[in-house]
């Protein structure tokens, strides 16, 4: 039986690197030891915990037999263009229009999504982040750059 990438083993492979990155990137914090630990003994445990849990999943998913991968190519553009719309509209024109541009595009992600669940996501992700940026945390952000 030859081993075949599934999501699993993709996910569990992402994992592991992400966990690596982090363990190696927490090594220089200094880590100290069990009972004196350093500001980077937590982010090195969290790290390897991680690769664990990743290594894990990967050797799961290649043991086991499965369909092949199908990478969902135009959702998984439209989130990365969200994500993306939203640190490059935030500094130019306000927090407000870089949720309705972000949301629009993860909206056009999902293919039964309709104009009233688009409006539903975007009026509930800019009152949800107005009361827990602005009115909670109290941050500086302009809502709409130039008019609040």
Not at 19 to 42: I, N
Not at 102 to 120: E, P, Q, Y
Request: aromatic content about 8%.
């Amino acid at each position: 039986m030859q081993p075949k990438l599934n999501r699993d083993a993709l996910s569990g492979l992402l994992l592991f690197l992400i966990g690596a990155a982090f363990a190696y990137r927490a090594v220089s914090y200094g880590v100290g030891s069990a009972a004196r630990m350093g500001p980077g003994y937590f982010p090195i445990m969290l790290g390897i915990a991680l690769m664990c849990v990743g290594g894990a999943i990967g050797i799961g998913g290649l043991r086991r037999a499965s369909a092949p991968l199908i990478i969902p190519w135009r959702e998984l553009i439209l989130i990365v263009l969200s994500v993306a719309s939203f640190a490059i509209c935030i500094g130019r024109f306000g927090l407000f229009p870089a949720l309705v541009a972000s949301g629009l595009l993860a909206c056009l992600a999902d293919k039964d999504t309709n104009l009233r669940r688009m409006i539903g996501v975007i009026l509930f992700s800019c009152v949800l982040v107005w009361l827990v940026f602005v009115v909670g945390l109290n941050s500086p952000v302009a809502l709409i750059k130039g008019v609040i």
